[in-house]
């Protein structure tokens, strides 16, 4: 049926379209080419003069309107250590493009205008400007050679790898279709060795190596959760195609590569309450989270950090969040004592277990001890038995 | 149809056919350069299983340079008037061309035979895509082999300026595809 | 005082003479008298070897396929812009990839949707700004304006257009096949692209779109070797390469860049292929699908971005340079002035084409590529920037000064200017990789490549087409429809694709079905309203567009004079009547360069014209 409408609408459109059209040639037959030209000119000179007002109005308009959205601008200041940088790289960029695009749009509908063909009017043969042609070479040669220094200055520091001997927190995401799998090194600080023909559906989705020891400790999260203003490197790996790691609060992107493992290192400088607390702030974050429901959170209350894909993975892509919390190292240390070792929790005692004997002597020597100083006097004839 | 091209106003000596076949070439060469540089590339990232070049490899340059001998030298005993020659000449190119496509194939079993699969290591696919690329460009080269055999066979013997620029063509066609397995062998020795 | 120029008989009447007396008599019509060439309805509209109707076929497929193309952005725009409406109401058209719920409520598929995406892509990118522009324009205007009978091999031509009609047939089945078709993005990116576990898409509908696309590179080839040669040796006497029109220039430097580049695009299929059904793993390593570890190992995704980027960059270059060109000429006829900077154009052109191939990892700096790579790739994509700025300067400084004539044509070509002011400027942003950081793959880019192609590139097509629409047809579109269709897409187009800079500056991605599953990106509910609202509004003027065009060929205004825009380049020599061999006699002979507008009082000199006494050359 709509489909219909649709239809009827494009033939009427048509229709009058060819009308519109018959009139306008019939019309320049009775009052001559010429003229109909010349009014033309000064009618189609003057909208482009009111083209060009509206545009630049709107344009400013609207980039104020929407300013508080704006990630570097209004409350959304980066949450992390080099987030400034690059934010203050952007408004750089801005001032300098913005110049040029206000005094370029001008001329270009100015001179549309001013120098539309009337009555009497003749242009000028001016076929060209060596000295012009060099100034407005090296001026835009100098801008960008500013930017390209301030640009590469900035992301050189920013994709850097940590130092040898610095100290950082490394977590690790890998993703695949469609959600992404954390993982944290645990006590000892480092990830354990992973390896792709190692994973098992519900048991191991990572392929976690658990004959590496470093890997016992690992916990696998539900959440990111980090300590406000200690450097963090995210491991970033893909279990079957590409995605990418994407923190837009903390200015941070990178593809997730099956079979190549990258990287990004960051500091989160703002903690969720933060950043709440900034928001709540702006009249756009004063509103109810869900607009159906009067009664629910605040905006801002409601607000927190989220990871996200950025790169195509499939028709989940765009379904692929976690949560990122950002808190006190305290409340971190808090946090990482609940977590479970991913090992302590699946794997351990199961057919999995690559020291699964070793446990079970464990086990059952602890079994032993607890049941003899449980049953002490009548126990040892049994236990004795039980051997 | 051909478009009357007189000499007083063309910028170049060459004719723009064989301008437009050079041109074709060039297209073809970026192709091979890009598949040299992922061949690069795939190289220094590792895991790289080093072998040497099958033998047959080698005896299909000869085969091929051979071939254009036998269809340059085909080529000037048609100028020549020596019909039967140059007759004679382009069946022998045509048959080396064909012995080249069927000793690539053997060239290919010798590789499966001392263990390289099409996908054993990324080391063998390449060679393995690469030289097939290249055969399917002598295949095209063979078909206008063909289509030159039968117009010598099939059309009364002349020398007119339509025919040597078609033979011409089918030469610088056939010379390229010669020269880019030198290049491609070259290129593979060079590499391991 | 400037307006469709009449074209006085006695200037009419000096022209051929000039062209008797001082042509080139190349004996053409003696050799093809009553020839086979054009003797039947299929030789002469089907499979024609005439470069004009070759041209035309180029222009019309490349409309259809715009319509598709649009239509397939509609759709997604609905699911974007009103998520919440039911969009049932397609399932008659859409059929499964409209899913229907218990209450009757239907949404677009994701991987539909998906599809959608990448068809929409595919199609407007290949089928429509390049096979549609370069070859409607090269086709047209290289043997006219070179005064050369047709291209330098009429076969290779209609060959080149009945490959893209191949690859176009491949291409439009692959929309009906039960797994759907291509769904992994215009760029292919493995292992998506690869793996028929990853995606529907990636199942047959992968394997013809690839076929497709061969298909058209071979088109693109063919066509390309043929510009290059007739540029470089069918010139008529006295036409220098620096007396050619700003249009040759652009198709001609577009010819190369593609003829090195689109094979390259091969090889990455070519081995993509072979991962896909072979087992090789150029591109394909540690994979975990479908409940399997997968065999490949040792193959790089990487590679493949940049084999495919190689081509990838050059190709936009490919779009915009032939929209360049077109402008020029639209600019400096229609302003009764020179293009302003001639030699200065020519060598931006070639400045572009050269760094076109250097800049091609700035579509990844986010990828894993290392570092340090990244920093020329930077520096090259800045410099770019200078030679484009300089063309946007000198088209300005045509204006100025000159006595323009505002018509449909003449309003496209400024509105090129603006649109690629704009588009161009946010490539400034995201060519420096500390800020695609954060801008990478956001509305950001969606904003910028539309923009300066999705805009800026159609306009430079529109310009051409009302300008030559009467070489090619012997008639006039409507110029009032033609200005109306211009505003409205001129508003239009910016509606649809500002916005999306603040989408992107808010950090939302691009590629996503819904908003719905991140706070951060869902405030923008109206803004995607307006957009879709935006989008449907701008394809009605399009309709505008497309009835004018066709009315026109049959019913429009007659040509009575053979130069009604007062042009001085050679095609403008021809009879309004198109002939096979375009001259009915001599060939044309170039006295001058195609920019004496306005000299020695005169409205416009004729490049046939022989220099004054005391006349100086300009270049």
């Known amino acids: 049926m709509t489909v219909l409408l649709v239809l009827l609408c494009v033939a009427l459109i048509t229709i009058i379209v060819v009308q519109v059209g018959k009139v306008t040639e019939l019309a320049s037959k009775i009052r001559g080419e010429e003229e109909m030209q010349e009014a033309a000119n000064r009618r189609h000179g003057f909208y482009l003069m009111a083209f060009m007002i509206l545009f630049l109005v709107a344009t400013v308009v609207s980039t104020l309107y929407y300013k508080n959205y704006f990630l570097g601008y209004g409350p959304h200041k980066s949450a992390s250590a080099h987030g400034g940088t690059l934010d203050y790289l952007f408004d750089v960029t801005l001032f300098f493009t913005g110049i040029v695009f206000v005094i370029t749009q001008i001329l270009l509908f100015y001179y549309g205008y001013r120098y539309k063909a009337q009555r009497g009017t003749k242009a000028s043969f001016i076929s060209h400007d060596n000295k012009l042609e060099i100034v407005w070479t090296v001026i835009p040669a100098v801008v960008m050679a500013f930017l390209v220094i301030s640009g590469l200055d900035a992301w050189n520091e920013v994709m850097a790898d940590v130092g040898e001997d610095e100290e950082y927190i490394e977590i690790e995401a890998t993703g695949y279709q469609f959600a992404w799998g954390l993982r944290y090194p645990g006590a000892d600080g480092e990830l354990g060795r992973k390896d792709f023909r190692l994973i098992k559906p519900g048991s191991n989705d990572l392929g976690i190596d658990w004959n590496d020891e470093r890997s016992l400790d690992d916990f696998l999260p539900n959440e990111i959760v980090l300590p406000v203003n200690k450097k963090v490197r995210v491991r970033i790996t893909a279990r079957d195609v590409l995605h990418n790691f994407y923190l837009p609060h903390f200015r941070l992107k990178m593809d997730a590569v099956p079979g190549i493992p990258t990287y990004f290192v960051f500091t989160p400088t703002k903690t969720t309450e933060e950043y709440r607390q900034e928001l709540s702030q702006y009249e756009e974050y004063q509103v109810p989270a869900d607009p159906t429901d009067p009664e629910s959170p605040m905006l801002w209350e409601d607000f927190n950090y989220e990871l996200a894909c950025a790169e195509l993975c499939g028709r989940g892509h765009w379904s692929m969040q976690k949560i990122v919390r950002i808190v006190s190292e305290e409340e971190y240390e808090a946090w990482k004592a609940t977590q479970t070792p991913h090992y302590e929790q699946l794997i351990k005692g199961t057919d999995d277990d690559p020291y699964k004997e070793d446990t079970v002597e464990e086990t059952t020597e602890e079994v032993e001890e607890s049941t003899s100083e449980a049953e002490a006097p009548a126990s040892e004839e049994e236990t004795e038995e039980a051997h | 149809m051909e478009i009357a091209v007189a000499k007083e106003y063309t910028r170049n000596r060459i004719h723009p056919k064989k301008f437009a076949l050079l041109v074709a070439c060039a297209s073809i060469l970026m192709m091979f350069a890009a598949f040299s540089s992922a061949y690069i590339v795939r190289q220094a990232a590792g895991n790289w299983l080093e072998f040497s070049m099958p033998s047959l490899f080698y005896v299909n340059t000869l085969v091929i340079v051979l071939s254009s001998i036998t269809l340059h030298a085909s080529y000037i005993s048609f100028k020549r008037g020596n019909a039967n020659l140059y007759k004679g000449l382009l069946v022998i190119t045509l048959l080396l061309g064909f012995a080249f496509l069927v000793l690539q194939y053997q060239a290919w079993q010798q590789m499966v035979a001392i263990g390289i699969e099409l996908t054993t290591n990324p080391s063998g696919s390449f060679v393995y895509v690469i030289s097939g690329a290249h055969a399917a460009h002598i295949l095209g080269g063979v078909a206008a082999l063909l289509i030159a055999l039968i117009h010598a066979f099939m059309l009364k013997y002349e020398v007119t300026a339509g025919r040597k620029l078609r033979f011409e063509l089918t030469l610088i066609y056939w010379h390229f595809v010669d020269f880019l397995w030198i290049y491609i062998l070259l290129f593979f020795t060079l590499q391991s | ?619």
């Open chain 3, 1 to 619: 005082m400037a307006n469709i120029a009449t074209q006085s008989q006695p200037e009419v009447l000096r022209e051929d003479m000039l062209i008797e007396e001082l042509g080139f008599d190349d004996h053409f019509h003696d050799h093809h008298h009553g020839d086979k060439y054009q003797s039947n309805f299929i030789n002469t509209y089907v499979f024609s070897q005439d470069h004009k109707v070759i041209a035309k076929q180029f222009l019309i497929t490349g409309m259809f396929w715009a319509v598709v193309g649009a239509l397939m952005s509609l759709v997604f725009r609905l699911q974007l812009g009103f998520p919440e409406e039911s969009i049932a109401w397609l399932k008659p058209v859409l059929g499964k990839w409209v899913e229907i719920n218990a209450e009757g409520f239907g949404t677009l598929s994701q991987d539909f949707y998906y599809a959608l995406v990448t068809m929409h892509g595919t199609i407007l990118v290949f089928f429509v700004l390049t096979a549609g522009l370069s070859g409607t324009f090269s086709n047209l205007l290289i043997p006219l304006q070179l005064g050369a009978r047709d291209m330098a091999s009429p076969f290779l031509n209609m060959l080149s257009y009945w490959f893209f009609f191949l690859a176009g047939a491949i291409m439009f089945a692959s929309l009906f096949i039960s797994t759907g078709p291509f769904s992994g993005g215009w760029v292919a990116y493995p292992p998506l692209s690869a793996l028929p576990q990853a995606s529907q898409g990636s199942g047959a509908g992968m394997t013809l779109w690839t076929l497709s696309l061969v298909f058209f590179v071979v088109s693109v080839l063919l066509g390309g070797i043929n510009y290059i040669t007739t540029v470089l040796n069918l010139r008529t006497k006295g036409m220098s390469l620096w007396r050619m029109p700003l249009t040759i220039w652009a198709f001609f430097i577009t010819a190369i860049i593609g003829l090195l580049s689109f094979p390259v695009l091969v090889s990455a299929f070519l081995l993509l292929m072979f991962d896909r059904g072979m087992g090789t793993s150029f591109f394909l390593s540690d994979i975990y699908i479908g409940g399997q570890a997968l065999d490949h190992v040792g193959g790089s995704p990487i590679l493949f971005q940049h084999l495919f980027w190689f081509l990838g960059h050059p190709e936009v270059y490919i779009i915009i340079l032939p929209a360049m060109g077109l402008v020029s000429e639209v600019l400096s006829v229609h302003s009764r002035k020179p293009i302003f900077g001639y030699k200065a154009m020519v060598y931006s052109i070639m400045a572009i084409a050269f760094l076109s191939f250097i800049v091609w990892a700035h579509h990844m700096f986010m990828s894993g590529v290392n570092p340090f790579i990244s920093n020329f790739f930077v520096i090259f994509t800045l410099i770019i920037a200078v030679p484009s700025a300089v063309k946007v300067f000198n088209w300005i400084a045509t204006l100025y000064k000159g006595n323009i004539r505002l018509n449909a044509a003449s309003l496209f070509a400024i509105g090129f200017v603006s649109m690629f002011i704009s588009g161009g400027l946010t490539g400034i942003f995201l060519g420096n990789s500390a800020l695609d950081i954060q801008l990478h793959d956001t509305y950001f880019v969606v904003a910028h490549f539309h923009i300066v192609m999705g805009v800026a590139a159609f306009f430079g097509m529109f310009a051409g087409i009302y300008n030559w629409f009467p070489k090619m047809y012997g008639r006039f579109m409507n110029d009032t429809l033609g200005k109306i269709h211009f505003w409205g897409t001129l508003v239009g187009a910016y509606a649809i694709f500002w916005p999306m800079h603040y989408l992107g500056m808010a950090g939302v991605p691009r590629r996503y079905f819904s908003f719905d599953s991140f706070q951060a990106f869902a405030h923008f509910d109206g803004m995607n309203q307006f957009i879709t609202i935006g989008a449907i509004l701008t394809f009605a003027f399009q309709v505008i567009f497309i009835v004018n065009f066709f009315y026109s060929i049959w019913k429009g205004k007659k040509m009575t004079t053979r130069n009604p825009w007062g042009a001085t380049t050679l095609e403008w020599t021809t009879p309004i009547e198109r002939i096979h061999g375009n001259w009915p006699d001599k060939l044309p002979t170039v006295q001058r360069w195609a920019y004496d507008y306005g000299k020695d009082g005169k409205e416009f000199i004729s490049q046939v014209e022989p220099l004054g006494p005391d006349e100086k050359e300009v270049h």
